[in-house]
């Protein structure tokens, strides 16, 4: 007689396709804040499909800053929606947020689903409910405050006065990391930070990345056949950590035609810095971004990024990466096969590898096969089933 199996609930839905009928956990979301749009709300937006009608809980909340169809969303913000300039200036605020999400009234809920990179991770908890924390980064400001401090450019006195109260932050941050239930990370490189900081394990779950609006242009079905354009493509939102400057500079002493796309703080000074060959477009709709990508010799990606969809998306029009070795980009780019590394954060570091680069040799159906590994659709197969396996 052979051995007798005891399956799990989980088990049963997802070997099985078994329908099990019980109570639905009642479902709360928790963002850090709502004033400006990158990967974090990439991710929430898909949390809020997932889980229609779930509130979502944050720090501050600027309409006017953010898509139209939040406005649907029921988003319940704290005392921090009140305070001056913070929509404009939330990084001023850091030292408050400790305080606002402590008092955020979570009672009546089940599942705690917070999508952290800042503070809100430090939600209370009430009594039987469970917390699964998708942990985008350690909170960065904190547990790499050097790092921050030097790409800053902060004043001798401006660190006199950070310090003391970033050494308060880091012993709270760490506190309320011990009483998440389960950490997500996004990538191999959060899954080390979560166990350095925190001393915590954790699941990896790439984050979602809409590739269905992306693809290799051509025919024979779509993909990609002729030889590319004249360009490199660089580009998102051009803030100082992104590193930018590095594929400007490196273009524009190898004469290479670079594109730049998006915009931010920083583009006046790469613009500056900018040769004849570098062109700055600004933000770009998602078709003509699509275009971009599928019609670049390559993205160049020279950030030391948590995760980057950027690169996934460029894989996904079929194209290749250059990207710094470390990061998500570790998990999303395969050398040799969907682009290349360049090993130290330095212009002379990039302009090798691009020296080196030869657009023919990548396959366009290699690069999106490997983008497709990143789906929407995968991200949420495995985050419904962590969340019921863990329940």
Partial sequence: MPPITRLSTYDLVASYGVCITHHAPRTALIHDWLNQIGGAENVLETLVRMYPGAPVFTSMYAADLMPAEYRLWDIRTTFMQRLPGVFTHHQAYLPVYPLAFGGVDLRGYDLILS??????????????????????????????????????????????????????????????????????????????????????????????????????????????????????????????????????????????????????RDRPALEQMAGPSV???????????????????????????????????????????????????????????????????????LKTALERFDAAAYDPVACRANAERFGTERFERELREFVLRTA
């Fill in 279 to 349: 062109t700055f477009l600004g933000r770009v709709p998602w078709d003509e971004l699509a275009r971009l990508y599928a019609g670049a010799r390559a993205f160049i990606f020279p950030g030391l990024e948590d995760f980057g969809i950027a690169p996934v998306e460029a894989q996904a029009a079929g194209r290749p990466v250059i990207a710094f070795r470390g990061g998500g980009a570790l998990d999303t780019v395969i050398p040799g096969k969907t682009g290349e590394f360049f090993a130290e954060p330095t212009v002379a570091s």
């Fill in 115 to 264: 999508n952290k990179s800042g503070f809100c991770h430090g939600v209370p908890i009430p009594p039987g409910a469970r917390h699964v924390c998708y942990c985008l980064t350690p909170t960065r400001f904190l547990w790499q405050y050097e790092a921050y401090r030097a790409r800053e450019g902060l004043s001798k006195a401006a660190d006199l006065v950070l310090r003391p109260a970033v050494a308060l932050l880091r012993r709270w941050d760490y506190a309320a990391a011990q009483r998440v239930h389960h950490f997500i990370a996004i990538s191999t490189e959060i899954h080390e930070r979560i166990r350095r900081f925190y001393g915590r394990e954790s699941t990896i779950i790439y984050p979602p990345a809409d590739i269905a609006r992306f693809r290799p242009s051509g025919p024979k079905g779509g993909l990609r056949t002729e030889p590319p354009g004249d360009y490199f493509l660089a580009g998102g939102r051009l803030i100082p950590y992104k590193r930018t400057d590095l594929a400007v500079r490196a273009c524009s002493e190898l004469g290479l035609r670079l594109l730049v796309y998006g915009d931010g």
